[in-house]
């Protein structure tokens, strides 16, 4: 499976982003798939998730602006990105694991399948 990220850019606080994360080389319907981002000299965090089920969560620093979403038909998971703030600014990575119902999907390590991260600038 490959993933590739797109959508990032620079923008000013406040502005919304979609970030894609297009898949290929085999069917995620039955995969839980996960957005993370890494800032300069920070460890990677978590930032939502979303169950092959349809069901997601959030990190506590961006729910109720960011929202997960998925196209199965697309084999593409997005996040929508509202009322961005500077301490957005990231690395933004896509990831996907095979569905293991006791996975919490906010460890990076629980997942099989990364794609290449894009990045997201938010000015003040």
């Known amino acids: 499976v490959q993933l590739q990220a797109s959508g990032g850019g620079l923008v000013q606080a406040g502005g919304s982003l979609r970030l894609s994360c297009a898949a290929s080389?085999?069917?995620?319907?039955?995969?839980?798939m996960g957005w993370f981002r890494q800032a300069p000299g920070k460890e990677r965090e978590f930032v939502a998730n979303?169950?092959?089920?349809?069901?997601?969560t959030y990190a506590d620093s961006v729910k109720g602006r960011f929202t997960i979403s998925r196209d199965n038909g697309k084999n593409t998971a997005y996040l929508q990105m509202n009322s961005l703030k500077p301490e957005d600014t990231a690395v933004y990575s896509c990831?996907?694991?095979?569905?293991?119902?006791?996975?919490?999907?906010?460890?990076?390590?629980?997942?099989?399948?990364w794609g290449q991260g894009t990045q997201v600038t938010v000015s003040s």
């Open positions: 990831a996907a694991v095979y569905s293991v119902t006791y996975y919490s999907l906010r460890d990076p390590s629980e997942y099989q399948y």
């Open positions: 080389g085999r069917t995620l319907s039955r995969h839980d």
């Open positions: 979303i169950r092959w089920s349809g069901t997601n």
